[in-house]
């Protein structure tokens, strides 16, 4: 077992990071919110978005506020358990290499 | 990846998750100012009141205590007004500094979350004035604006926490000492807010203009 183990490789990216990161601290994220706090574009947060919906780690639910199509996402409790694995990794090899 | 950059990661996502569930644009400055507006009401509404005190013509007294009431109204508000105008203003000029919002999810949770203790408090105080029950009007002001803020707290700067749990303990003693609400008043809104503010500015503002 190699200290790499519990390095998620669906983690492996800023966007990906990322929005994890905000969805652990919020029930609840829309689409533009992300865009706004990421620094991305459309294209590319929705298939980083794609990819973690994937991986079962995001939920997604479409609604209408008035008119408009909103897309909000929010963490599973799978893709929590995973990412908080994934930050324990993260601390473990950065205390190993002090 | 390196080590350098796991740590890289690990900043980042600690920034991500306090920029996207905390105000963080709240001005330390804007408490300075509050407790100085608040110990200047306080000054004034001291002296009102010692003038009452003084005057022994029982008439002269009544007239004088009449016409003071819509003075110490007025600086209650004034008070009130000047110290949201204040912190609305440097939190606005900071989120502009550092390019964020005003007006985002962030900030309107945290309004939300500090009006609710804060409003329930409001109505309790306005029904004991109502029934003229004044002995406890400073100790649950206190009370409730220390709670509004350590529920408000989660979604700003930490030091919001302390504040509110000093406020909220100040308001117990202040239980035991019935009459001495101006002094309790001028401690909680006054000095309380001086110093949380001084340390907030230079723990917050100071280190983020430095970036």
Known sequence: MGLITNINKA????????????????EYADFNTLKELLDATDGNLASHLKALEKEEFINIEKQFIGRKPNTRYSATKVGATAFKEHINALERIINKQK | MKSKDYLKDLNEIKHLMNKSSRFMSLSGLSGILAGIYALTGAFFVNSIINNIKESS???????????????????????????????????????????????????????????????????????????????????LTLAFYGLALVNASKYTLGYIRYLGITIIILSLISLWFIGYGLLFWSLGFGVCHIVYGTLMHFKYDKKQSNN
């Open chain 1, 11 to 26: 983690f492996d990216h800023r966007i990906r990071l990322g929005i994890m990161s905000i969805l652990m601290v919020n």
């Open chain 2, 57 to 139: 013509n029982v008439l002269e007294r009544f007239v004088i205590t009449f016409d003071s009431v819509l003075t110490l109204i007025l600086i209650a508000f004034g008070v009130l007004f000047l110290s949201v105008i204040t912190a609305i203003y440097l939190s606005w000029r900071k989120a502009k500094k550092h390019n964020e919002s005003l007006w985002d999810a962030t900030s309107k949770r945290l309004l939300i979350n500090f009006m609710i203790p804060l409003t329930t408090g409001g109505f309790f105080v306005i029904f004991l004035v109502e029934k003229e029950m004044f002995t406890l009007v400073a100790p």
